[in-house]
C-alpha cells in the first residue's frame, strides 16, 4: 500500500551511540519532514526537506543530521545519542509544490530511548 | 510565549456531548489552519483545514478561525468514544498551507469521550 513507513517502531540506544532513524514514503511527494514529539512540548520540527539533496534546518536541529539522496527516503541520524533525545520521532511527506496546498501526511512513529 | 497554546487537558465528556476544543496564537502572518487527531501510538492524521477566518463543517466536525482574535476552534458535535483522542490545533504563515516549510504545532488536547 502507499503510504509512509518509519522503522525501526521503537529503538533503545545508549548515550553516545549513532542512531539512524528511517523515512520512507510511496507517493513521490517532494517535501519531508522530521518532527519530535515530548510532553509539554508537542510536535516540533527538526529538519525538513524540499526535494533530493536540499535540506533545511527546522526549530531544534542541533544534534540531528540529515540526508536526502533518494526523493523517497529521509533518514535522521542522530550522531552522538544523547538523554535529552529521548522522544517520539514522526516523519512526514507533502505534495506542495507549485502553488500546490498540501497537508502533511504522517508515519507512525519511532520512539527512541537513550539510556 | 510560546507561538501556539492549547490546554493540553484531559478533557473528559459523556457520550453525545458537543466537545469544543481551542487554540490561541500569537502571530499574525499564521493564515492556514489545521486541526490533526491522533490515537495513541498513531502519527498525526488531519481532520480539518481551513484559509484565513471563517467556518468549515465537515460532518460532525466543525473548525472556527477568528483571526481578530487570534483564536480557532473545533466543534464535534454528538461525541462518541472513538473520537476519543488527541487533538492537535496547526498552523502556517507560508502559501503552501504547511506543506512546503511545515507546521506549528500546539501541543494537543487529550480528549476522552465516556460511553
Known amino acids: 500500500d502507499a503510504g509512509i513507513t518509519q522503522s525501526p517502531r521503537y529503538k533503545i540506544t545508549e548515550t553516545g551511540r549513532q542512531v539512524t532513524l528511517m523515512c520512507h514514503q510511496t507517493w513521490s511527494h517532494s517535501y519531508m519532514f522530521w518532527y519530535r514529539q515530548d510532553l509539554g512540548h508537542g510536535l516540533r520540527l527538526i529538519y525538513y526537506s524540499a526535494a533530493a539533496d536540499i535540506t533545511d534546518k527546522g526549530e531544534v536541529p542541533d544534534g540531528y543530521v540529515v540526508s536526502r539522496s533518494k526523493t523517497e527516503n529521509f533518514p535522521l541520524t542522530l550522531e552522538s545519542a544523547t538523554r535529552s533525545q529521548t522522544s517520539v520521532y514522526f516523519c512526514a511527506s507533502s505534495g506542495a509544490g507549485q502553488g500546490l496546498i498540501s497537508p502533511l501526511h504522517f508515519g507512525n512513529g519511532t520512539r527512541l530511548t537513550v539510556t | ?115
Open chain 2, 1 to 115: 510565549q510560546k507561538e501556539v497554546e492549547q490546554d493540553p487537558g484531559p478533557l473528559s465528556v459523556p457520550e453525545g456531548a458537543i466537545v469544543s476544543l481551542n487554540c490561541t496564537y500569537s502571530n499574525s502572518a499564521f493564515q492556514y489552519f489545521m486541526w490533526y487527531r491522533q490515537y495513541s501510538r498513531k502519527g498525526p492524521e488531519l481532520l480539518m483545514y481551513t484559509y484565513s477566518s471563517g467556518n468549515k463543517e465537515d460532518g460532525r466536525f466543525t473548525a472556527q478561525v477568528d483571526k481578530s482574535s487570534k483564536y480557532i476552534s473545533l466543534f464535534i458535535r454528538d461525541s462518541q468514544p472513538s473520537d476519543s483522542a488527541t487533538y492537535l490545533c496547526a498552523m502556517s504563515a507560508g502559501d503552501s498551507g504547511g506543506g512546503a516549510d511545515g507546521l506549528t504545532f500546539g501541543k494537543g488536547t487529550h480528549l476522552i469521550i465516556q460511553p
